[in-house]
């Protein structure tokens, strides 16, 4: 059974920095894809950055977040630098292994002075 444990989110001013962490654990499989996706209520869940063999960034947010992976650790990470208040949302972790894709709990990043 995979599981997926993020941490990281919480309260930030607006130009603030916070690094999210999503560890993956249970599958004795590789892991292939991983991104980040995030979500606002009443909207869909928008995908943030992807990364396996290269990075992909939604426009929004290139130039301020940064997505890496651990392999060691089977642990994704996402800097995310420059915050601002439309960044207000909770954030998913997302990974892909062996035909089938997993989601993390969710975590919530608020924006606010």
């Known amino acids: 059974q995979v599981q997926l444990v993020e941490s990281g989110g919480g309260l930030v001013q607006p130009g603030g920095s916070l690094r999210l962490s999503c560890t993956a654990s249970?599958?004795?499989?590789?892991?292939?894809?991983m991104a980040w996706y995030r979500q606002t209520p009443g909207k869909q869940r928008d995908l943030v950055a992807t990364i396996s063999s290269q990075t992909d960034y939604a426009d929004s947010v290139k130039g301020r977040f940064t997505i890496s992976v651990d392999n060691a650790k089977n642990t994704v990470y996402l800097q995310m630098n420059s915050l601002k208040p439309d960044d207000t949302a909770v954030y998913y972790c997302n990974v892909y292994i062996a035909g089938y894709y997993y989601w993390g709990q969710g975590t919530q990043v608020t924006v606010s002075s």
């Open positions: 249970g599958s004795h499989f590789p892991i292939g894809i």
